[in-house]
């Protein structure tokens, strides 16, 4: 099993910026790739951005490049989603991921956060 705990969600004016983290404990070693999704009211849960876990490589979909960075710390225990240029668009709640399986940097996610809500106001 791997536990994720995410934070620093919250309300945030049309322009501004939040972070978020996500701690990850327990069987982290199955961690292919880490990655952010959002899910908006009435709408499917998205893909946002992901990292892989070994070399790195880094995907972002096109909605928030430019915009949103993720990044991890040096110990893979932690990774996050820095978010500039917030729009009203980008609420929604946002979701850390494990991926542990291969097919796809947004598919194969076996664990999941509970969920930290962003809110954008216009």
């Known amino acids: 099993q791997v536990q994720l705990v995410e934070s620093g969600g919250g309300l945030v004016q049309a322009g501004g910026s939040l972070r978020l983290s996500c701690a990850a404990s327990?069987?982290?070693?199955?961690?292919?790739?880490m990655g952010w999704f959002r899910q908006a009211p009435g709408k499917e849960r998205e893909f946002v951005a992901a990292?892989?876990?070994?070399?790195?490589?880094?995907y972002y979909t096109d909605s928030v490049k430019g915009r949103f960075t993720i990044f991890r710390d040096d110990a893979k225990t932690t990774v996050y989603l820095q978010m500039h240029g917030l729009k009203p668009e980008d609420t929604a709640v946002y979701y850390c991921?494990?991926?542990?399986?291969?097919?796809?940097?947004?598919?194969?996610?076996?664990?999941w956060g509970q969920g930290t809500q962003v809110t954008v106001s216009s």
């Open positions: 327990g069987r982290t070693a199955v961690t292919q790739a």
């Open positions: 991921a494990v991926q542990t399986s291969a097919g796809g940097i947004d598919r194969g996610y076996g664990y």
């Open positions: 990292i892989a876990w070994s070399g790195g490589l880094i």
